[in-house]
């Protein structure tokens, strides 16, 4: 009896990563949510003012750029425990997404009014303001039972809505991307070496076949974890 009553303890409370209780935690998760909030105001005010999602990302792409790139700092602040993090999860999320803004959007201008950039950035906006509230009322250990359901469960329409709009700008870029030959390096040349952004994206599209799966699951099993009291061993990343 007394191990069927432990074992049903440790399902009621699983354990979880600890925030960081420190102002340098605090300060990261809080500046992280405002910048968020920031971009998600500037492009509800755009659609009000203008009625369509033509010229929303020439509007806000500096702050955009800035924002994710400044992102790359998050890597460090996984690995350091600034944020709870995967290391590994955070990574890829942080690398494709730099792509995407810096080596897509922003090279390829005539992909920028696809109404595939909208899917992306709406989803990227809502999930990091998601995520950084539930952070946020974490650190302050008053976290409100909304947030956290939010947390876990937004991602389930967010996660594939957000990979289908990266997914259809980079293949709006492909005819720019051949007719151009942007980015490419043909022979013959000094260094004898050739590279096709062409092909590039197109086996980046690929990557998403394997990719996405792991960190979407991966987002499930802490869904189950946490909501629901399951306890779920997992490999270190």
Same mark, same amino acid.
């Given at each position: ?23 340098? #935690?605090?300060g990261h998760v809080q500046s992280r949510c405002s910048r968020w909030l920031v ?11 203008? #009625?369509?999602?033509? %010229? ?10 800035? *924002? ?12 350091? %425990? ?16 730099? *792509? ?16 595939s950039v909208v899917l992306f950035l709406v989803s990227w906006t809502v ?33 594939? +809505? #957000? ?34 952004? @062409?092909? *590039? ?14 960190? @979407? ?15 779920? +061993?997992?490999?270190?990343?």
């Amino acid at each position: 009896m007394g191990l069927r009553w432990e074992n049903r303890t440790t399902c009621l409370h699983p354990p979880r990563k600890r925030f960081p209780k420190g102002r340098a #935690g605090q300060g990261h998760v809080q500046s992280r949510c405002s910048r968020w909030l920031v971009l998600a105001i500037a492009m509800v005010r755009f659609y009000m003012e203008k #009625g369509t999602h033509r %010229g929303l990302y020439k509007s806000i792409q500096k702050t955009l750029k800035f *924002f994710q790139t400044f992102a790359l700092l998050e890597i460090v602040h996984c690995l350091i %425990g600034i944020v709870p993090t995967s290391v590994l999860v955070t990574g890829v999320q942080v690398s494709s997404r730099i *792509f995407m803004v810096w080596l897509v959007t922003h090279s390829i201008k005539p992909v920028q009014n696809e109404e595939s950039v909208v899917l992306f950035l709406v989803s990227w906006t809502v999930t990091e303001i998601t995520r950084y509230s539930f952070y946020t009322f974490s650190l302050l250990d008053h976290l409100p039972y909304f947030i956290k359901w939010a947390r876990y469960n937004f991602f389930i329409i967010l996660y594939p +809505v #957000g990979v289908a709009g990266e997914l259809l700008t980079i293949y709006a870029a492909l005819p720019y991307v051949k007719k151009t030959g942007m980015f490419s390096i043909r022979l013959p040349n000094k260094y004898n070496v050739s590279f096709d952004y @062409y092909y *590039f994206l197109l086996i980046t599209m690929a990557s998403y076949i394997p990719l996405f799966p792991q960190l @979407y699951f991966h987002m499930l099993r802490q869904r189950r974890k946490v909501l629901h009291g399951e306890v779920i +061993v997992e490999k270190d990343d």
